[in-house]
């Protein structure tokens, strides 16, 4: 794998807030697909769609939080999901998940502030490599769940270090503990980027919203 594709990636999450993080994959969406898919072996689009895939109809509306380029789009749509949402921070990511044609809309918006979507909007959120340092905070499940619709699902992958380090063990089981949600299933460990970053793993968690 070229040094300049690894740099790349280092340099993003090197961002020092959610404004330089947004610039940068800007600058990054015209060759994301090419360094993680083809570079680095970006598995984890698949393997957390194909969880999802499991528990709900292909009828049902998903917001795909952290769309990135569309690659969970691209799987959803391969299983015959056509009422996708997608939304991100960045244009330029947008615009090319935009070009991809799966999604029904886009949004420019960002994890951990307030989604400007009504409550029960979802019947399922799926969100893959956002959850994790420089990104995403716990918080962010605040609003996955309000525009969840009640047994909805939300499903999300995690570096296994980050959700033990990180504040997310304690947010996920805080919620759970306040009936916000209940874990249905957690995938083990896998190597979401196995040409890339060999020693990274990953885990798919699928919970579903609780009718309070």
């Not at 939080?65 to 960045?90: E, K, P, Y």
Request: glycine share 8%; no cysteine.
């Amino acid at each position: 794998m070229p040094d300049q594709h690894q740099n790349r990636v280092q340099w993003v999450y090197s961002s020092k807030n959610n404004s330089e993080l947004t610039k940068r994959y800007d600058e990054w969406s015209k060759d994301y697909d090419k360094d993680l898919t083809e570079d680095f072996g970006w598995t984890a689009p698949k393997t957390a769609a194909d969880f999802l895939v499991k528990h709900i109809r292909p009828d049902s509306i998903v917001l795909d939080a952290g769309a990135g380029t569309g690659l969970v789009g691209m799987v959803l749509a391969a299983h015959g999901f056509q009422n996708i949402t997608g939304m991100d921070m960045s244009k330029g990511m947008l615009e090319q998940a935009g070009r991809k044609g799966v999604y029904a809309q886009l949004d420019q918006m960002t994890l951990g502030e307030p989604l400007e979507y009504d409550s029960d909007t979802f019947d399922a959120v799926i969100s893959v490599g956002v959850m994790t340092l420089g990104h995403a905070a716990p918080e962010s499940f605040d609003e996955l769940v309000r525009i969840t619709k009640p047994n909805g699902f939300i499903v999300f992958t995690i570096r296994t270090d980050v959700y033990l380090n990180n504040g997310f063990k304690e947010k996920q089981e805080e919620m759970a503990m306040k009936k916000f949600w209940g874990m249905i299933e957690v995938s083990e460990e896998f190597q979401p980027l196995p040409v890339g970053e060999p020693d990274v793993k990953h885990q798919v968690w699928v919970y579903q919203v609780l009718d309070y």
